[in-house]
C-alpha cells in the first residue's frame, strides 16, 4: 500500500519561507509523476507544481517563488517557498502517480492515484 507523508506546514507571515517535504512507502523512480497540489477554504484543489524525471511544471500564481525538488533515493519530494502572500494560504498535498500523467492534465489533481493527507500553510500577518 503507497503512503505519502507530509511534512513541514504551519503558520508564516507575508513575505517568509516555508519548505513542506512528503515521504513515500514506496520506491520513487525517476520517471514517476510527483507533486504538490493545495485547496484553500471552499475552493477546489490546484495544481501547485509537479515533477517527473527532468521535467517541472509551475502553476502560473506560483512561478518564481516556489521550487519543486525530489530525492528519489530518499523517495521524498520537497517543496520550497518563498515570498509567501496570504493567497498561498490551503491545505497542501503530495500525489504520486507511477503509471503515467498525460501531458496536458500533468496539474490536474484526478490524474493523480496516491495521496497524502495534507499539511497546513497559514499565511497572515
Known amino acids: 500500500q503507497v503512503q505519502l507523508v507530509e511534512s513541514g506546514g504551519g503558520s508564516v507571515q507575508p513575505g517568509g519561507s516555508l519548505r513542506l517535504s512528503c515521504v513515500a512507502s514506496v520506491h520513487i523512480a525517476s520517471r514517476d509523476w510527483l507533486g504538490w497540489f493545495r485547496q484553500a477554504p471552499g475552493k477546489g484543489r490546484e495544481g501547485v507544481a509537479v515533477?517527473?524525471?527532468?521535467?517541472?511544471t509551475y502553476a502560473d500564481s506560483v512561478k518564481g517563488r516556489f521550487t519543486i525538488s525530489r530525492d528519489n533515493s530518499k523517495n521524498t519530494v520537497y517543496l520550497q517557498m518563498h515570498s509567501l502572500r496570504p493567497e498561498d494560504t490551503a491545505i497542501y498535498y503530495c500525489a504520486l502517480q507511477d503509471n503515467g500523467v498525460p501531458w496536458s492534465r500533468r496539474l490536474v489533481p484526478d490524474a493523480y492515484e496516491y495521496w497524502g493527507q495534507g499539511t497546513q500553510v497559514t499565511v497572515s500577518s
Open positions: 515533477s517527473a524525471g527532468s521535467i517541472t
